[in-house]
């Protein structure tokens, strides 16, 4: 599929800058340029206004750029990258207050994005505001913990620590996730059983559930499932919250045929991330699209009886690109059956499954993490 002019000079832009600041690392040569006359809101192209900001950016008329995408925000107050593109060139002027409250706004309606939260924490940093910048951060691999870039920007921020145990572990998670990505999985492993055996079990810090994660994500690669599974259990004992850490547990109930095991992580996943609730009912061979996006999760109820075999069905429609999640909710509504990608690519599937009882069954449907924006078709068979 051929991506909008606008991704691509944002590609551009990515490679002019600093890596690590991937947009986020403001330096101080700003140029000033004589605004552009703009579109009234009545003639507005929104995408061909975007790819315009990002052309600004790229000549370094930030003033350009903000101005722009203030036309744009008149016209669609809901577009994230507006507030985003207009956040950078507020941080490339050095502007960090409107910077952090354009960022602000685009995680009001985009608040799955990992990657502006650890940009907008990059600004608190820079705003003289290290607490806020460390929320960011935890923030940001809450919606993803496998952020190399986080890792690194949770190093820079405790470099002046005193005893300098939390850099030396964030350091151990940037190594070993980097020799995991260069095909060095062993080395991997070695990094991180060192970075945790440096800690007292007893005394050991929420903090230490990034690592145990991480290594349970490079056992996860190499299906060793049962090491993976361990050391997600003790990330869950230090970080409870984690609802990436159930989703990864379910993950591997279910690629290992345990959907009764799966069932409670993914309903704990749903729940932690819900912001959006959908209600509806699910009727035999009458198919049901859901729209969904971030942190969205439905509940469609069905009636059943005991004995009866069921297959429920949750696809990604027309290859909108949303990656379907899964759990099947009893009578009592405790969690029965859970799916990711049973149904093939990453549609979720539960096949052939006999209820338990007579009464109201409850099936629940999000979005694992290959994709969370687009239609899903439910089907009851």
């Not at 820079?126 to 960011?136: G, I, V």
């Amino acid at each position: 599929m051929r991506l909008p002019k606008r991704y691509a000079i944002l590609a551009a832009l990515i490679s002019l800058f600093s890596p690590l600041a991937l947009l986020l690392d403001p330096g101080a040569s700003h140029a000033i340029g004589k605004v552009t006359v703009t579109p009234t809101p009545d003639a507005l192209d929104i995408d061909r206004a975007l790819e315009e900001v990002l052309e600004h950016i790229e000549a370094e008329a930030y003033d350009d750029a903000i101005a722009l995408a203030g036309v744009i925000l008149r016209e669609d107050e809901e577009s994230w990258e507006a507030y985003y593109y207009r956040g950078f060139a507020h941080a490339r002027s050095e502007d960090w207050e409107d910077a952090i409250a354009d960022y602000s706004a685009a995680l009001d309606l985009r608040p799955g994005d990992g990657a502006i939260w650890r940009s907008r924490g990059e600004l608190q940093l820079k705003n003289r505001n290290p607490r806020r910048s460390k929320r960011d951060y935890e923030q940001s691999l809450s919606v993803n913990p496998r952020s190399t870039r986080t890792y690194s920007s949770l190093v820079r921020l405790h470099e002046r620590d005193r005893e300098g145990k939390l850099r030396e572990l964030y350091q151990s998670i940037v190594d070993a996730t980097r020799a995991k990505a260069g095909g060095n999985s062993n080395r991997a492993i070695s990094i991180l059983d060192e970075a945790i055996a440096g800690f007292d079990r007893g005394s050991a810090p929420p903090e230490l559930g990034y690592a145990y994660f991480t290594r349970a994500d490079v056992w996860t690669g190499a299906e060793n499932w049962d090491s993976a599974l361990a050391d997600l259990k003790a990330a869950l004992e230090l970080q409870p919250q984690m609802q990436d850490y159930y989703m990864a547990r379910g993950y591997i109930y279910s690629q290992t045929e345990r959907l009764d095991l799966a069932a409670p992580d993914f309903h704990r996943r749903m729940t932690l991330i819900e912001r959006e609730s959908i209600e509806t009912s699910l009727t035999l061979d009458e198919p049901v699209i859901i729209e969904m996006d971030y942190a969205v999760v439905a509940r469609l109820r069905f009636e059943g009886e005991a004995g009866q075999l069921v297959s429920i069905s949750a696809r990604d429609y027309l290859g909108t690109g949303v990656d379907p999640l899964l759990v099947l909710l009893d009578v009592d509504g405790k969690p029965l059956l859970g799916d990711d990608d049973g149904g093939g690519e990453t549609d979720a599937l539960i096949a052939n499954y006999e209820l338990p009882a007579d009464g109201a069954y409850t099936v629940m449907v999000s979005h694992a993490n290959a994709g969370f924006e687009g239609k899903i078709r439910m089907i009851l068979r």
